[in-house]
């Protein structure tokens, strides 16, 4: 299903023009407007979803194989040396636009761009998160 108001499913859509990098039945992979690095894409998925909790789980196999082709494609012509993909999801971690999306963000040598800054993570901290989180 499509939302009437959303962008990126007027975009996956082709209702509004983008630089469509790939198309298929499920998605489209467009260049970011704001680019982080020379290739930056979104693969969209043309149903709406609104992040990675609502994702439908046949949408997020492709996704992925997906992200596999394209990463693999861009490796090719952009030589680049390394690659992040990259999903957020709600405002606290950095979506801005609440239509699933993945970053596909070919990296480079001279490219400094950290994507978190790591802490320390002491054994009573690693216990009692384990104990919280760990999927019966
Ligand atoms: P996020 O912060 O994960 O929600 O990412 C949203 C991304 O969408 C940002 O990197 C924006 O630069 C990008 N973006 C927003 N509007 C457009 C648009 N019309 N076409 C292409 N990319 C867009
Ligand atoms: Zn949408």
Redesign the pocket.
Known sequence: MKKDDC?FCK?ANGEIP?STLYEDADFRV?????PATKGHA?ILPKEHFENLYELDDAVASKALVLAKKMACRMKEVLHCTGFNLVQ?NGAAA????MHF?M?LIPRYDDNALPLWKPQELNPEDAAALVSLIRQP
């Open positions: 962008i975009i983008s467009v260049l970011d407007i704001g979104l957020n950095g979506q801005t636009v999306h970053h």
